[in-house]
């Protein structure tokens, strides 16, 4: 009998114990979005909904109570530099000209060619975002920086605000599990094969008291925790991002984003270049199975039918609005693992989309045709980043879903081809 007493006590505790992780964990998310917001002084959309019920609250569900999710909302950010068209913040394709045509009614010709593809003159106006040889240089040179400062300031606890010596900054991930480091850096070197320019530069390091990165901040590690030669991840900072709200067409209330000139020949510009971006990002996240963007919200309309009204997770965009595609963390690795319980929710948003870049749906065609999208993922992620070999790569299992996706997205957009090539 005391035995059973005992055990029940026991129980009771590690409940209570749980109870108070799960609010905590809600009320830590929901401050640091909220401080986000009062700090930048830029977001118009409505209040934060304060409702404890909500995805991002499900997420802090103890792992002893559901499969893991992961994945939270990164800082948005915010400082008081502000970024201009062609800084070494962001990148972009573009002259004053060029920026001035995105305002105002489309009076350049059709939005949308050959069915299903977003027409060239859209193509010439987006910003080329962080290019490849920017994100080299940027990698180069954040392999050597010694970090000098370590503060919140990146979404949750766990992860860092980097400052180094020369004054520019990271967020420091350090997963609680290896799934999160993992997907976040795969994710970024997935989206670099598909051409996709919307990811913020990103290396991995080892944290090492002995090393000359990590010198500085040597006490900083030990307070926060942090294990001797874990390998994390250090993301490029953009300053002066705000947030993202899920465009009409894209809503439960829509019918869908499809190539069908009335609907699209009403917009601005500047609607038509963020419209070009979400079908990017709608594909990417198709492949990553990362449910913790567009994914997470369509989610939430179970019980919160205005989520949609309000930011979207893990998606930013600069002054000119070019979307920025944060915290990655929930991509492939994790997706992967918790596909089954999200896998409706990912066919049922891919499928309100039918118009797609020429470029991605190129790469889409050349992954699908060749069936090689395992090796040439590996291959870019070993020559890019010196410590692949020990964070480690996609299982054969994992790999063989990614391959799949990668067919099940090519024969999606036939589908469109088929159904808008003759309009």
Known sequence: MRAVTANLFALLFLCALASVFYVWSALEDRLERHKRRFSGSLHQGLPADLSTKTFRALLAVPAAQRPRLGGRLEAHNLTDQTVSAGSRDYHVNGDNKRSARREGPVKLGAPVEDGIFWSEWLEHLLPEGFTEEYAQAWREGARTHRVVKLEPGCGRISNQLATFADGTKACVRYGINADQVQGETLTYYLASLLGITNLPPLILSQLSGDSEQWEAVRARIAGLQWSDGAVVSLTKWVSNLTGVVTPAPLRQDSSGLHPVLHELQNKTTSELLELMQWTDLIVFDYLTANFDRLVSNLFSLQWDSRVMERDTNNLLKTPRG??????????????????????????????????????????????????????????????????????????????????????????????????????
């Open 322 to 423: 070019d979307l920025v595609f944060i915290d990655n963390e929930a991509g492939l690795v994790h997706g992967f693992r918790v596909l089954n319980m999200w896998e409706k929710y990912h066919s049922t948003v891919l499928s309100s989309v039918c118009v797609f870049r020429r470029r991605t749906t190129q790469r889409v065609a050349e992954l699908h045709k060749r069936r090689d999208s395992r090796r040439r993922l590996l291959e870019l992620y070993r020559d890019s980043e010196p410590l692949s070999l020990e964070l480690g790569f996609l299982s054969d299992e994992h790999a063989a879903v990614l391959q799949d996706r990668i067919d099940r997205l090519y024969k999606h957009i036939l589908h469109c081809k088929g159904k808008y090539s003759q309009l």
